[in-house]
Structure formats: C-alpha cells, structure tokens
C-alpha cells in the first residue's frame, strides 16, 4: 500500500544521529544523505523492503508534526519494543502515552512503545502477540 513514509526536520544531522540509532535496533543500516532538487537535505533509510526518510521541508517552511499522526515501526519481540523505546529516550526523543507494554484491545494483543522525535514526530514501536 505505501511506497515510503517521509517526515519533516529541522535539524538533519540530529535527525540523522536519532534515526540511525533508532531504527538500528530494528535492523536497518545508517540512513543516506541525498538533496532533493530544490537543494532541501534529506536522508532515506531503506529495510526488509521498506523505506522511511526525513527531510526539509521542500518549501522552506519549518517542520512541524501532524496532528493525529503516527508513524508505526514493526518490531519482532515486546524486547525490541522496549529497547526501541529506551534507545529513541537515549537519543532525544521523548517518551508518551503509556510506559511501554502489552495492551490488550479489540484488536488482540500487542507490545507498544510511543515516543516523539526531536521534531515532535509521533512514532509507535509495535509487536503483535501471536494468537494462540
């Protein structure tokens, strides 16, 4: 369904230093500068067939999170949740909503951990629990 998510910095380089060490606990390599045609940085990560990137915004305009939006990242165990967590808190991220844990809902069970970025982008680490 989606071909990328890409969200809005400010600060590239500390982006950068957050997401490398973020989504490393996921697996996925250092993400790669690029500039995009009208000179704006950005850095695209590539993983198991996915690929998320921040960047400058492309009209010059500041950064800022959406509202009611959430970027969800697939992790593999309620380990990788926490350390996800614990490792977006390490680098400047901030911790929100619930402490990191199973919820149980409608939808069955899953290990969340909810954290912003230094740009105050919402992001979800999640580990669905298998049905038994």
């Known amino acids: 369904m989606f071909s990328h998510v890409m969200v809005g910095s ?9 997401y490398d060490a973020v989504l490393a606990v996921l697996g996925a390599p250092a993400g790669f500068p ?30 800022c999170h959406a509202n009611g939006g959430t970027v969800g990242f697939k992790c593999e165990s309620p380990e990788q949740v926490k350390t996800f967590h614990d490792v977006a808190v390490a680098h400047g991220g901030q911790s929100i ?22 740009d105050g982008n919402k992001l979800c680490a999640l580990y669905r629990v298998p049905k038994a």
């Not at 400010?10 to 957050?18: P, W």
């Not at 690029?34 to 996915?50: C, I, L, S, W």
């Open 10 to 18: 400010n600060d590239i380089e500390r982006s950068k230093r957050f």
């Open 34 to 63: 690029n500039t995009g045609p009208k000179g704006h940085q950005r850095v695209f990560y590539r993983h198991a067939g996915n690929s998320f990137a921040i960047s400058q915004p492309i009209n010059g305009e500041p950064a």
């Open 97 to 118: 909503e619930e402490p990191p844990g199973l919820r149980e809902s409608a939808l069955g069970a899953m290990h969340l951990a909810y954290v912003r970025d230094p």
